[in-house]
């Protein structure tokens, strides 16, 4: 934790000793009052950086950590989602809800009339535009046509606070669009400008990767829960405990890498080739990926293949991998295939070899960890990964996070490290942008295929010529 969040954590901890001291007990807190109704309100943004519906169950940050909170108050959890920051403020200020979880900004106007719990995420604004539409402008005064954002939002906030410095700055506020769809209607050529905080941009420049960044408008704006402030301070004091414990005990940390850890890093060409290819090469071989799945993600094992080949059944490595998968000589024989450059073979042969991997992680490590330690794993090598949990657990960390592992796993290149190791000398950074580029495809697909963005097409593959006899 850095100094000056520890202060502002400090601070708040003071904070609600005092508020605890003075608040009067004639009557049931507000806390009391949760616990005898037995259900937690928490009013969120519905949106892919905060709360969602993934197959139909709820997902995101934002209800991860409610759910953890409500468990902790013995309560149960309504969730209860809006569009506008304004009507979500409506429903704390009129005691519909009991929280706002929504990745809100704590900003000083918002104080007047709100508490704001520990900041569990920092993020940066950024001006946003459709990349190549215009020249990237550098600052505010380079705006020469409309900026639009969200009604109520923080940017909001700051664009009514630097009018004044600049009088010539065309912007608007909407209510009939929120921030992710704001974003959208950038890509679409709609809209010319907006600001968008990078923990949602980061997301959606996965599926838009047009959406380019002119320039940071703020920096190191605290993400925090807001309760109302007219209210004693029970509940107040128990959501700092409770994201005391989560930072203290690293769950916080591990909960931001699971939602975006993978996100942070873009790369334009990639992203673009690979909607690219989702859209022109991913329907030949959809039905193999969904056929021999097993046990996994038809769309986790099309993103472990595009990261392996680019899907391309012929792809050759100089080590001698070959195929979607990119299967060894050994694995395949292992796996009982023929041929690696048959496409329906390497698929069969590689999600079988997923699995395996899965099964061979020590049983306590649980998913999504489980699964990220797997691939490294199919990246590496077991040997290899476990030496870098050892030396993860030398320097004190937890060898069954993935998160404090994939640290270590670049150490495996350094003799003063690898020379204590079984194994000895790895390219320990190659399975840590491995596991990452998985992820980001992953999650990609995920949306693309909840959206019906993913074609179909009938399945024609043309097997290489030499692809019979490759194994015997």
């Not at 109302?228 to 940390?253: C, H, M, P, T, W």
């Given at each position: 934790?850095?100094?000056?969040m520890?202060?502002?954590?400090?601070?708040?901890?003071?904070?609600?000793?005092?508020?605890?001291?003075?608040a009067?007990?004639?009557?049931?807190?507000?806390?009391?009052l949760?616990?005898?109704?037995?259900?937690?309100?928490?009013?969120?943004?519905?949106?892919?950086?905060?709360?969602?519906?993934?197959?139909?169950?709820?997902?995101?940050?934002?209800?991860?950590?409610?759910?953890?909170?409500?468990?902790?108050?013995?309560?149960?959890?309504?969730?209860?989602?809006?569009?506008?920051?304004?009507?979500?403020?409506?429903?704390?200020?009129s005691?519909?809800?009991?929280?706002?979880?929504?990745?809100?900004?704590?900003?000083?106007?918002?104080?007047?009339?709100?508490?704001?719990?520990?900041?569990?995420?920092?993020?940066?604004?950024?001006?946003?535009?459709?990349?190549?539409?215009?020249?990237?402008?550098?600052?505010l005064?380079?705006?020469?046509?409309?900026?639009?954002?969200m009604?109520?939002?923080?940017?909001?906030?700051?664009?009514?606070?630097?009018?004044?410095?600049?009088?010539?700055?065309?912007?608007?506020?909407?209510?009939?669009?929120d921030?992710?769809?704001?974003?959208?209607?950038?890509?679409?050529?709609?809209?010319?400008?907006?600001?968008?905080?990078?923990n949602?941009?980061?997301?959606?420049?996965?599926?838009?990767?047009?959406?380019?960044?002119?320039?940071?408008?703020?920096?190191?704006?605290?993400?925090?829960?807001?309760?109302?402030?007219?209210?004693?301070?029970?509940?107040?004091?128990?959501?700092?405990?409770?994201?005391?414990?989560?930072?203290?005990?690293?769950?916080?940390?591990?909960?931001?890498?699971?939602?975006?850890?993978?996100?942070?890093?873009?790369?334009?060409?990639?992203?673009?080739?690979?909607?690219?290819?989702?859209?022109?090469?991913?329907?030949?071989?959809?039905?193999?990926?969904?056929?021999?799945?097993?046990?996994?993600?038809w769309?986790?094992?099309?993103?472990?293949?595009?990261?392996?080949?680019?899907?391309?059944?012929?792809?050759?490595?100089?080590?001698?991998?070959?195929?979607?998968?990119?299967?060894?000589?050994?694995?395949?024989?292992?796996?009982?295939?023929?041929?690696?450059?048959?496409?329906?073979?390497?698929?069969?042969?590689?999600?079988?070899?997923?699995?395996?991997?899965?099964?061979?992680?020590p049983?306590?490590?649980?998913?999504?960890?489980?699964?990220?330690?797997a691939?490294?794993?199919?990246?590496?090598?077991?040997?290899?990964?476990?030496?870098?949990?050892?030396?993860?657990?030398q320097?004190?960390?937890?060898?069954?996070?993935?998160?404090?592992?994939?640290?270590?796993?670049?150490?495996?290149?350094?003799?003063?490290?690898?020379?204590?190791?079984?194994?000895g000398?790895?390219?320990?950074?190659?399975?840590?942008?491995?596991?990452?580029?998985?992820?980001?495809?992953?999650?990609?697909?995920?949306?693309?295929?909840?959206?019906?963005?993913?074609?179909?097409?009938?399945?024609?593959?043309?097997?290489?010529?030499?692809?019979?006899?490759?194994?015997?």
């Amino acid at each position: 934790m850095g100094i000056a969040m520890l202060a502002r954590w400090l601070s708040l901890i003071i904070s609600a000793m005092i508020l605890l001291g003075c608040a009067p007990q004639a009557q049931d807190s507000q806390l009391e009052l949760i616990q005898e109704r037995g259900v937690l309100r928490v009013g969120t943004l519905l949106g892919p950086s905060t709360y969602f519906l993934d197959q139909e169950r709820d997902a995101g940050l934002e209800y991860v950590l409610a759910r953890a909170f409500a468990d902790e108050l013995g309560v149960e959890l309504e969730m209860v989602p809006r569009y506008s920051v304004t009507a979500l403020f409506n429903l704390l200020q009129s005691n519909e809800v009991d929280i706002l979880a929504a990745g809100l900004d704590r900003t000083a106007q918002r104080e007047e009339s709100m508490r704001f719990g520990p900041p569990y995420q920092v993020v940066e604004q950024k001006v946003v535009f459709k990349q190549g539409s215009r020249t990237r402008p550098r600052s505010l005064e380079d705006i020469e046509a409309e900026l639009v954002v969200m009604q109520g939002s923080s940017h909001d906030e700051y664009l009514q606070r630097i009018a004044d410095d600049f009088p010539e700055l065309p912007w608007r506020t909407t209510d009939e669009h929120d921030a992710n769809e704001l974003l959208e209607q950038v890509v679409r050529g709609d809209l010319a400008y907006t600001i968008a905080d990078t923990n949602t941009l980061d997301i959606k420049r996965r599926y838009y990767p047009d959406l380019s960044i002119a320039f940071t408008v703020r920096e190191n704006v605290d993400i925090a829960w807001a309760l109302k402030k007219d209210l004693d301070a029970s509940l107040y004091a128990e959501v700092i405990r409770f994201f005391g414990q989560l930072r203290n005990s690293g769950q916080l940390a591990q909960l931001i890498d699971q939602h975006f850890g993978h996100v942070a890093s873009f790369n334009y060409v990639d992203t673009s080739l690979f909607i690219q290819a989702v859209e022109n090469t991913l329907p030949r071989y959809r039905e193999l990926f969904e056929k021999h799945a097993g046990t996994l993600d038809w769309r986790l094992l099309a993103a472990i293949s595009y990261q392996e080949s680019l899907w391309n059944p012929r792809a050759v490595s100089p080590t001698g991998v070959r195929g979607l998968m990119m299967l060894t000589l050994p694995t395949a024989q292992q796996m009982g295939v023929q041929s690696r450059l048959n496409p329906e073979e390497s698929i069969r042969g590689g999600a079988r070899y997923v699995e395996q991997m899965i099964d061979r992680i020590p049983a306590r490590i649980r998913h999504p960890d489980r699964l990220w330690f797997a691939l490294a794993a199919y990246n590496i090598g077991l040997g290899h990964l476990e030496d870098a949990r050892i030396l993860t657990q030398q320097q004190g960390a937890d060898p069954d996070r993935w998160i404090d592992v994939r640290k270590r796993l670049p150490l495996l290149r350094q003799k003063r490290f690898y020379r204590q190791t079984r194994y000895g000398f790895a390219r320990g950074d190659e399975p840590v942008r491995y596991v990452g580029n998985i992820r980001r495809y992953y999650d990609t697909l995920v949306w693309l295929d909840e959206r019906g963005r993913i074609p179909s097409s009938p399945l024609i593959i043309a097997l290489p010529d030499d692809s019979a006899d490759e194994v015997n």
